[in-house]
Nanobody, 124 residues
Framework: QVQLVESGGGLVQAGGSLRLSCAAS????????MGWFRQAPGKEREFVAA????????YYADSVKGRFTISRDDAKNTVALQMNSLQPEDTAVYYC?????????????????WGQGTQVTVSS
């Protein structure tokens, strides 16, 4: 069992930055690939970024590539999402997710564990 708690969301102006963090409980964190997803009102949950178990591979949605960076710290059982050059269309609830599977990491159904989400609002 893995429990995930996100933090770091908030209100930021367009062009600004935020850093989301996800703290995981349990001793199996390093055995899990981790992902970030987001869901805006009236829209489906969409993939944002993912990182492999080893941290050696990262994956990004085209819409965030070059602006967002995912990283993990297995010693602290945390995964972070650094978000730069934020735009109003990035406004959503952001969710952290964990899976023992290696792929496909862009699909929500791959993940077994989810956090409660943290709101990110970008004003224009």
């Amino acid at each position: 069992q893995v429990q995930l708690v996100e933090s770091g969301g908030g209100l930021v102006q367009a062009g600004g930055s935020l850093r989301l963090s996800c703290a995981a409980s349990g001793r199996t964190f390093s055995s899990n690939a981790m992902g970030w997803f987001r869901q805006a009102p009236g829209k489906e949950r969409e993939f944002v970024a993912a990182i492999s178990r080893s941290g050696g591979s990262t994956y990004y949605a085209d819409s965030v590539k070059g602006r967002f960076t995912i990283s993990r710290d297995d010693a602290k059982n945390t995964v972070a999402l650094q978000m730069n050059s934020l735009q109003p269309e990035d406004t959503a609830v952001y969710y952290c997710a964990a899976t023992s599977r290696q792929y496909p990491l862009r699909i929500p159904s791959t993940y077994y564990y989810w956090g409660q989400g943290t709101q990110v609002t970008v004003s224009s």
